[in-house]
């Protein structure tokens, strides 16, 4: 399973990004899907999940302006991020756990800057 991330970039405080990460290979059954950050200096973190059944999760500092969300067909998983913060510069991982397994996406960098 090779995971694609795309959508990190440079936007100012307020604004918003939509990240995708997209699931290729020989896909049999993925659960879980979701998204952690690093920022520099700092442990990774968990952002957000969402499991097979659609039930969400996120980290106290994301809610209310992140949202998570799955498209099974395409073995995709997308954060949309808006009111993005100074706090949220970080790279930005996905990942799936599929058939017990977890596998990362190569991270995408999201800087928030004015």
């Known amino acids: 399973v090779q995971l694609q991330a795309y959508g990190g970039g440079l936007v100012q405080p307020g604004g918003s990004l939509r990240l995708s990460c997209v699931a290729s290979g020989s896909i049999r059954s993925i659960s879980a899907m979701g998204w952690y950050r690093q920022a520099p200096g700092e442990q990774r973190e968990l952002v957000a999940f969402v499991s097979s059944n659609g039930n969400t999760n996120y980290a106290e500092p994301v809610k209310g302006r992140f949202t998570i969300s799955r498209d099974n067909a395409k073995n995709t998983v997308y954060l949309q991020m808006n009111s993005l913060e100074a706090e949220d510069t970080a790279v930005y991982y996905c990942?799936?756990?599929?058939?017990?397994?977890?596998?990362w996406g190569q991270g995408t960098q999201v800087t928030v800057s004015s």
């Open positions: 990942y799936v756990v599929h058939m017990l397994r977890v596998y």
